[in-house]
């Protein structure tokens, strides 16, 4: 008896771990209000990819998953925006006003967020102005333990010329929307998330309003 009770535990104790890797849970999180209106789109490109009117499929991730990312430290490769403050990048503000808005000057620029420890990363979502539509250039998401980012992951990457000079990439770029562009991640692990863009259809600077990152802490 004593010897089935050990191995009851023992297989359950198997089935918990593998359950606790599972993705159990479809992701949710709140978009903002939709822009109508504006400038109609005068760009196309080779790499453009058709817009998307449809609800984006379920998504899973494994139990208390969360955006890690809000309230946390924001860096960027310039000292000081051109206008808003970095902090806007995480506050929960995903609206396209100008008071929401985040801008880095022209050329190649990144932000860079430390999560404060290292997770394990289902998806990210990224919202660029969306007051219209628009087409940001060079867009490229890293993970990495190094604030340096001298090893990362990449988990996408639109500069399909190789224009910014981060390598060339093979996704697609996108026309802006209040719906953001939701990336997955497959479970990169890292501690610290960097993104980069090389302005956009309508002018040369880089614009932000929010970033999102779903995780949970790495074991």
């Not at 100008?98 to 997770?119: N, R, T």
Request: charged share 25%.
């Amino acid at each position: 008896m004593k010897a089935f009770s050990w191995c009851a535990i023992a297989m359950l104790t198997v089935c918990s771990i593998a359950i606790a890797g599972e993705r159990t849970e479809e992701l949710k999180f709140e978009l903002p209000e939709p822009y109508f209106g504006g400038t109609p789109l005068d760009y196309f490109g080779s790499n453009l990819e058709e817009p998307n009117y449809k609800k984006r499929p379920p998504f899973p991730v494994a139990a208390g998953t969360t955006n890690v990312a809000k309230g946390k430290t924001v860096t960027s490769s310039v000292a000081k925006p051109e206008y808003g403050k970095l902090e806007m990048l995480v506050d929960g503000d995903k609206h396209y006003q100008q008071e929401s808005l985040l801008g880095l000057s022209e050329g190649v620029q990144w932000i860079q967020i430390d999560l404060g420890a290292a997770h394990t990363l289902y998806a990210f979502a990224l919202w660029h102005f969306h007051e219209g539509d628009r087409v940001y250039f060079d867009v490229v998401v890293r993970v990495s333990d190094d604030p340096e980012f001298k090893s990362f992951s990449e988990v996408f990457n639109n500069d399909h010329d190789n224009s910014a000079k981060l390598n060339e990439g093979k996704d697609k770029e996108y026309i802006e929307s209040y719906k953001g562009k939701f990336i997955d991640m497959k479970e990169a692990k890292g501690r610290y998330v960097r993104f980069y863009s090389n302005g956009n259809t309508s002018d040369n600077f880089n614009n932000y309003v929010e970033a999102a990152v779903f995780g949970i802490p790495a074991k």
